[in-house]
Structure formats: C-alpha cells, structure tokens
T-cell receptor, first 110, second 117 residues
C-alpha cells in the first residue's frame, strides 16, 4: 500500500480536462514539495511537474500542478490521445527519510 | 547530451548479491544528486536510494536499508547500487536517475533484476 494515495484510473474525451488527486500526510505532502511523473508503458518516466507547480522546459502548459495542505493535484487540459499513460505523484517523507510515490493513475482517453 | 546507461541486471537466487552500474555521460556525477528508482513488473515506481552531489551523504529506502548501498566513482563518472540479501520482492527494473525531481531530471533505460530460485 502506497504512502501517497492516487485514484487507480481517470478518463476523459479528447479536449477535456482531467484532474488526478494525490493525498498524503503532514510528514510528506504537508511538509515538502510534490513532483509528478508520466510513464508510457515500456519507457522511462518523465518529469511533468516539480516543486508543486513548476513545469520543466519542454512540458506544455496543458499540464498544471497544485498543492493544498496534505493533498496535491495534477490537471491535464486539452486531453490528447497520446496523454494515455500512468501518472505518479512523489514527495519526500520526513518520517521514512525517503521519497514516496503514489500508486499511479492510468489515464484513458476515450 | 546527457546519457545514463545502467548495467548489471541479472537472474540471481534469493539471498544472493548483485552490483548495478550506471555509466553517465554529458555531465559529471559528482555535481549531481544521483538516485536509483525501481519498478516491479506491472507495478508502480519505488524510490530506492540517493547519493549527494557533495561529500558522501546517502539515503536509502526503508525496504532496502542495510541490504543495498549506493556509491559513486567520480573518476569513472559512474554510480553503483550494491545489493545483497536479495529477496523475490526486489525483482524489478532498476533505473538510474540524475537530479530526481529537479531541473536536470534524467533517467536511464533501466536494467532488470530477477530474484528467483
């Protein structure tokens, strides 16, 4: 069981907005930054959001992150077929003294 | 161009040992935090260990603490993961990562470790 809780799946039609939640606690999300990764099956993960809200260069502004208290969210707007992938949140846990990932959310584009 | 190439993955018996290597190019490992992240077949991502860009500070996940050790060879520009007392649940693809979660975040292609009798 993952320390950070994500819904196992999310879906939307092309052009829609999809939001993925990530729930943690005061020892992780409530205490430090959250990061979001996307992973297409069979490939290495790619960083989408760092330090809660920031996008690395090359990541389109269709992807946005937010954080409030012990929860964080990733929003994908203008959903595209190639957005089908697993999405993971991750953060540092002060009690475990390590990074903890969410269990991942598979996004389906209908 | 930044490149990370992992090697050393293999089939090993429970209780055995293995050393994974990560060869870096396009940057200097001594100037970056380096990490290992693993993914069991069909499962999610799990952070394993990190080594600081300065000195020799390391951190390891609770699940591998005391069994795995991350290290770095600055002269060879390589990072290693020494794994011992391997268990079936350590079976995974192991990724070498530069600057995890940072602006220079980069991942290798991964190397598969299978622990089975």
């Amino acid at each position: 069981q993952s320390v950070l809780t994500q819904p196992p799946s999310a879906s939307g039609t092309p052009g829609q907005r999809v939001t993925i939640s990530c729930s943690g606690s005061s020892s992780n999300i409530g205490n430090d930054n959250v990061y979001w990764y996307r992973q297409v099956p069979g490939t290495a993960p790619k960083l989408l959001i760092y330090k809660n809200i920031h996008r690395p260069s090359g990541v389109p502004d269709r992807f946005s992150g937010s954080k409030s208290g012990t929860s964080a969210s990733l929003a994908i707007s203008g959903l595209r077929p190639d957005d089908e992938a697993d999405y993971y949140c991750v953060g540092w846990d002060a009690i475990l003294s390590g990074y903890v990932f969410g269990s991942g959310t598979w996004v389906t584009v209908l | 161009e930044v490149q990370l190439v992992e090697s050393g993955g293999d089939l090993v018996h429970p209780g055995g040992s293995l050393r994974l290597s990560c060869a870096a190019s396009g940057f200097t490992v001594s100037n970056s935090w380096m990490h290992w992240v693993r993914q069991a077949p069909g499962k999610g991502l799990v952070w394993v260990a990190r080594i600081a860009d300065y000195g020799s500070r390391t951190d390891h996940a609770e699940s591998v603490r005391g069994r795995f050790t991350i290290s770095r060879d600055n002269a060879k520009n390589m990072v290693f993961l020494q794994m011992s007392l391997l268990r079936a649940e350590d079976t995974a693809v192991y990724y070498c990562v530069r600057d995890f979660g940072g602006g220079d975040d980069s991942w290798g292609q991964g190397t598969l470790v299978t622990v089975s009798s």
